[in-house]
């Protein structure tokens, strides 16, 4: 049984680039979250995405985008990159129909912008 | 606002004694609340989560954790600390979404 898996592993880009990091989730899994986690810090939500919708989002601003394709997997992109963009984004999956919400969380994309 | 604090950074402590690492939260209504750990350059691995019922909650590898709901507190217990245990630890209240703490090192001596 495949957990949530993450590509790629790493990524270097340049101010005012456009970046896409990929997601799929946990076998059995219809709902996939984004995390982005600086250096130090604790991960922050950025959004959610169900039934190819965006249910949730937090204080992020519009150049993070997303998607959900049909088999659940997910894109999140990033437009016009900041050097504070630069951090750890991590997906994670779980079932909508469970009340937990019970997350399980991929290894991550590191994302340096210089 | 809806909010989880971890007041320490880190937390050391020999191998065989019991490890504490401290949580509180601060939501509105019944939470959600989660343990999650973190090793160098990986992903979160799920330790734990209080849902409702016995305020003990026993997890993976060992650990447990105490549901306080008079102090709002959800501290992670171990009976005796691993040097494998040194991780980063990170707790976290559900509501609409998961909020999480700005995490404990762990670091657990020889």
């Known amino acids: 049984d495949a957990g949530v898996t993450q590509s790629p592993t790493h990524l270097i880009k340049t101010r005012g680039q456009q970046v896409t990091l990929r997601c799929s989730p946990k076998?059995?899994?219809?709902?996939v979250s984004w995390y982005q986690q600086a250096l130090g810090q604790g991960p922050q939500f950025i959004f959610q995405?169900?039934?190819?919708?965006?249910?949730q989002r937090g204080n992020f601003p519009d150049r993070f985008s997303g998607h959900q394709f049909p088999n659940y997997s997910s894109e999140l992109n990033v437009n016009a990159l900041l050097l504070g963009d630069s951090a750890l984004y991590l997906c994670?999956?779980?079932?909508?129909?469970?009340?937990?919400?019970?997350?399980?969380f991929g290894p991550g994309t590191r994302l340096t912008v210089t | 606002a809806q909010s989880v604090a971890q007041p320490e950074d880190q937390v050391n402590v020999a191998e065989g004694n019991p490890l504490t690492v401290k949580c509180t939260y601060s939501?509105?209504?019944?939470?959600?609340l989660f343990w999650y750990v973190q090793y160098p350059n990986r992903g979160l691995q799920f330790l734990l989560k209080?849902?409702?019922?016995?305020?003990l909650v026993k997890g993976s590898y060992g650990f447990e954790a105490e549901f306080n709901k008079s102090q709002t507190s959800f501290h992670l217990k171990k009976p005796s600390a691993l040097v494998s245990d040194s991780a980063l630890y990170f707790c976290a209240v559900k509501t609409d979404k998961l909020i999480f703490g700005t995490g404990t090192r762990l670091q657990v001596f020889p």
């Open positions: 209080y849902i409702t019922g016995d305020n």
């Open positions: 994670a999956s779980s079932l909508m129909r469970l009340s937990s919400h019970e997350q399980y």
């Open positions: 995405y169900y039934e190819e919708e965006e249910r």
């Open positions: 076998s059995g899994h219809d709902t």
């Open positions: 939501v509105s209504g019944n939470p959600y």
